[in-house]
């Protein structure tokens, strides 16, 4: 592989976060993020408030991203952004920001899918991480995606199940909001199962063909025993929160991992990685381990700050793509709904 000095930055814009990242080689110099607290108050992200924090944001987040990395833009060999999938308005502004700087300073330009770059993060040079061989199975769970994917090669990927409707993160966040819960509520819904008895409530879980997933029978199940059990004590969520809280994870790891089992059986593949945000719950990280010894399997999760929605994850993919010379021209465009 050629490996001189390659610094790439790249550039993330999807949803909420705005973040840039410089990476020389394989290895991350800089990882700088700016989430946009402004969607707390309206309990998700608002499109339109996005866009506009994502252009403010923006220069000042390359900016220290640089400098961060130690190095001036004359020294990048190319810039690497997120052109789809996510909201159309946040997408434009990150690719309208690379094509220029791209065109200013006479270097390539590289597009990047964000879901391929959920998954390529884990190629990142980090120590005490491993990278996964081919072929491995990757889950991606967040808040704005569910997948599972087979990854026979960096760019040879194919998803084998999704979401028919909800993400998981979303399902973790809607179940919050009807607890009363802050956005986002997966971070507490975590904290509080922690102390809780999973098994104190059951909510049945969907029956889904094949490896795809859904989630938006949960939350209504969800919302129908809460208004049930309010009625006959209006206290009852302060009373069983943590117990809530338990069953609600207990039962959303249970329809990961069953897909995730059946995902391994029928492709042989016992190589298995996870990212997104939802891959911080530490239930669905004991779920991993516990596959580790139940199943034989062996499984890779990212370092946490490469797993959220980050520009690292772009950084390294550009890399990737670099080394192919496979770049894009200047009339690429942002694609909401972008495939793998
Ligand atoms: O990847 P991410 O930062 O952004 C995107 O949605 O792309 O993921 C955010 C999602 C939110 O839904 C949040 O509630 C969830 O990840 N999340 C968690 C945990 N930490 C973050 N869900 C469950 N348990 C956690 N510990
Ligand atoms: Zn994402």
Redesign the pocket.
């Known amino acids: 592989m050629n490996s001189q000095n390659i610094y790439i930055l790249g550039i993330e814009s999807s ?1 909420d ?1 705005t973040a840039a990242a410089v990476i020389h080689n394989g290895k991350i110099l800089s990882n700088i993020i700016a989430s946009q607290k402004i969607h707390e108050e309206y309990g998700g992200v608002v499109p339109e408030l996005a866009s506009r924090a994502h252009q403010q944001n923006i220069v000042p987040v390359v900016d220290q991203a640089l400098k961060k990395a130690g190095i001036t833009k004359d020294k990048l060999s190319a810039v690497a952004f997120t052109k789809g999938p996510g909201l159309m308005g946040s997408l434009l502004v990150g690719t309208s920001f690379a094509k220029s700087l791209a065109y200013g300073l006479n270097i390539p330009l590289i597009d990047v899918n964000h879901m391929q770059a959920h998954i390529l993060a884990h190629f990142i040079d980090e120590e005490g991480f491993e990278k996964p061989p081919f072929p491995f199975l990757a889950m991606t769970i ?4 569910t997948q599972i994917v087979k990854v026979n090669n960096h760019f040879d990927m194919k998803v084998i199940g999704e979401t028919i409707d909800d ?1 998981v ?2 399902a ?2 809607k179940s919050g909001k009807l607890l009363g819960l802050g956005y ?4 507490e ?2 904290k509080r199962a922690k102390l809780g008895n999973p098994k104190a409530f059951k909510f049945s879980k969907p029956k889904v063909d094949g490896l795809n997933f859904s989630f938006s029978g949960l939350k209504t199940a969800i919302l129908y025993f809460i208004q049930r059990e309010v009625k006959n004590n209006p206290n009852f969520i302060e009373e069983n929160l943590n117990d809530i809280c338990a069953s609600i994870q207990y039962t959303i790891i249970g329809i990961l991992t069953d897909k995730l089992k059946k995902a391994s059986k029928e492709t042989g593949i016992k190589h298995i990685a996870i990212g ?3 891959s ?3 239930g669905i990280r004991q779920a991993l381990k516990d596959g580790e010894t139940k199943h034989g399997w062996t499984t890779y999760i990212p370092k946490f700050e490469f ?3 980050n520009a690292a994850m772009i950084a390294i993919v550009g890399y990737l793509k670099y080394l192919e010379k496979d770049f894009a021209s200047q009339n690429v465009m942002a694609t909401a709904r972008l495939k793998i």
Not at 142 to 145: R, V
Not at 184 to 187: D, L, R, S
């Open positions: 949803c976060d967040s808040g704005g995606h993400a993160g979303e973790f966040d986002p509520a997966g971070p819904i975590d997104g945000g939802v911080a719950n530490s797993t959220t929605d």
